[in-house]
């Protein structure tokens, strides 16, 4: 195993386990409610009932980010998996057979890409208008490019190989092809790429929440705390450092991850 | 980069075409009629055929005539006024604060590979990779603002006021955007020296007696640059985009601002433009992205 002498991967993998591990965790148990107000226990500094202090409506902080950072991670799962479905199939269909249908649709990802990202998120929710489940839409949907690039080059290489040539000489279809032997043998080229794509959907996420674009008042949301807490900076600053952190954590251990499976495949 | 350009300009005025909902219905708000909706529908030429009124509309943009906002009632250039020189004036701080300390950064620590600092400034890289410009944002109110009580958070002033007055306020909200991009930028100046070093023109600069510092120098800089340049001419669009965000947080009057409050009414002809102005710039950052590269390197052509 050269994985563990990676240091990026071994970093990386700490971080996000932790995070998962407190995510899942504030499933079943949070500290608190994250919701129950304490009147009495208005904007505590941290202490070590409330280790990450309380808020204005004297909810606990610690309890608000746990569940703050499982639902973004929720949405950026949810992102990443439309993504990456949708850019298994056109990249895939795409890489496989080529022609013209293939040369649009690569202009199209071309101009797409050298978009900022921000902006056309953005566009979609002007289109679309904000809410979780919009967000989820608009934000997957900007990350089909990226993954169809990546499957679409991997499938182009491989099916010049010799093991495509004897499965086909052994009567196997396209489909059958495509989808049993090639993709299999993509996997260490989309793990990377997977990893980076739940970096760019937490940043994303955070981002357009805290725009107030993203999501909406009940669902929490990492990017809405950070939005909230920016109101009280100065009487509690803990409540901006408290999310930030998360979202931190969370953005830096899948970079990591991305990294340490990138150099260990070859792959960027 | 014409024909991206008109293909960009397309998609965003098509996009704004399908959006559901009539813009007549909020112009009118409770004097609204079907009639008199029909006769304002005709009045904007909202009737007509939609490839004619992207026509209108390009002819407009092109001549500087951008359409009239539903919002303000005025011209969309009148409402854009000094907006955007704040967003220019932002983005362009926060990309030379890239380069001048990505370059010499990325530099010193290929430079030094493997030294103390290299590995503590690789380490550093990630970590600030990994820090969201607004949340940087919002560490520089709290600590420079509201603490240290450098700047009034919320403050602004306007360039006609003071032109340095201005410019004292976009210097944190220019460090947030720059310190995540200059992480990466480093990080990629530094990859790409390292990785030329183990070419065959390196071994033979090295066996004409030269150092490390002036194969780095002389030779591996040259060539090494021209990922980078590609890179920065993406980050100053990418910039340009963050800024949006970054505008939010420190209350910036720029066209970020504008953009989220056209989205939050509605008001298309705005979000439109500014949306066309943005990807015209970034296209043509990317075609002078092309034209340095080929400078850096003549065997390159472009197509």
């Known amino acids: 195993m050269k994985l563990r002498h990676n240091k990026n991967f071994t970093a990386g993998a700490i971080i996000t386990a932790f995070m998962l591990a407190v995510i899942l965790i504030g499933l079943v148990w949070t500290p608190y409610d994250p919701n129950a107000m304490d009147g009495s226990a208005k904007m505590l ?70 978009f900022p990202s921000i902006l056309l998120a953005l566009v979609l929710i002007a289109l679309f208008g904000s809410g979780k489940y919009k967000i989820i839409l608009a934000l997957g949907l900007l990350f089909i490019p990226s993954f169809a690039r990546v499957v679409r080059a991997e499938v182009a290489r491989q099916k010049s190989l010799d093991y495509v040539a004897s499965a086909r000489l052994m009567g196997a279809g396209h489909m059958r092809i495509l989808f049993l032997h090639i993709l299999p043998n993509i996997i260490p080229v989309l793990l990377p790429a997977v990893a980076i794509g739940f970096n760019n959907a937490v940043l994303a996420e955070a981002s357009m929440s805290y725009l107030s674009v993203g999501v909406q008042p009940p669902d929490a949301s990492l990017g809405r705390m950070l939005n909230e807490a920016q109101g009280y900076l100065l ?14 954590l969370l953005i830096l251990g899948f970079g990591l991850l991305s990294e340490g499976l990138g150099g260990e495949h070859g792959a960027s | 980069m014409v024909v991206t350009l008109l293909l960009i300009s397309l998609l965003a005025f098509l996009a704004f075409q399908i959006v559901p909902g009539d813009p ?42 951008m359409g009239v906002s539903y919002n303000y009632g005025m011209g969309v250039d009148k ?50 990779m990994a820090i969201p410009p607004f949340f940087l944002g919002i ?50 100046l530094r990859s790409s020296i390292i990785g030329q070093m183990g070419q065959d023109y390196v071994r033979t600069a090295y066996s004409r007696g030269n150092s490390r510092w002036s194969v780095i120098r002389g ?49 298309y002809p705005v979000v439109q433009c500014i949306v066309v102005i943005i990807a015209f710039i970034v296209v043509f950052m990317n075609y002078l992205a092309d034209v340095v590269t080929q400078y850096i390197d003549p065997r390159i052509r472009l197509g």
């Open chain 1, 45 to 114: 500094s941290p202490r070590l009932s409330h280790p990450l202090g309380t808020d204005n409506f004297g909810r606990d902080i610690l309890s608000r980010v746990i569940e703050g950072a499982g639902a973004t991670f929720l949405i950026a799962a949810a992102t990443v998996a439309i993504g990456l479905i949708a850019g298994l199939v056109l990249g895939g269909l795409t890489g496989y057979f080529g022609g013209w249908l293939d040369e649009c649709l690569m202009r199209l990802n071309d101009a797409l890409a050298a």
């Open chain 1, 235 to 248: 009487s509690a600053p803990w409540y901006a450092l408290g999310a930030g952190a998360a979202i931190i």
């Open chain 2, 24 to 65: 007549t219905s909020k112009l009118l708000g409770n004097d609204y009629t079907p009639e008199r909706a029909q006769a304002l529908r005709h009045e904007m030429g909202l009737d007509r055929n939609v490839f004619v009124r992207y026509w209108d509309w390009l002819t407009g943009f092109v001549t500087g005539d």
């Open chain 2, 79 to 128: 409402v854009m006024e000094g907006k955007g020189a704040v967003t220019a004036a932002l983005s362009l701080m926060a990309w030379l604060t890239v380069i001048a300390v990505s370059v010499p950064l990325g530099i010193t620590l290929a430079r030094f590979q493997g030294g103390r600092l290299d590995r503590v400034c690789v380490a550093m890289n990630q970590v600030f």
């Open chain 2, 139 to 188: 560490l520089f109110t709290y600590v420079f603002g509201l603490v240290l009580k450098l700047f009034v958070p919320g403050g602004f002033i306007s360039p006609k006021e003071s032109f340095w007055g201005f410019l004292g306020y976009l210097i944190f909200p220019a460090l947030a955007i720059a310190i995540p991009k200059a992480a990466m930028v480093t990080k990629l």
């Open chain 2, 219 to 267: 030779h591996v800089l040259r060539n090494a640059v021209l990922p980078v340049v590609t890179f920065l001419a993406m980050t100053l669009a990418d910039i340009v985009a963050g800024s949006i965000i970054v505008e939010q947080v420190f209350a910036l009057p720029g066209l970020g601002r504008l953009l989220l409050a056209s989205i939050g009414n509605r008001d």
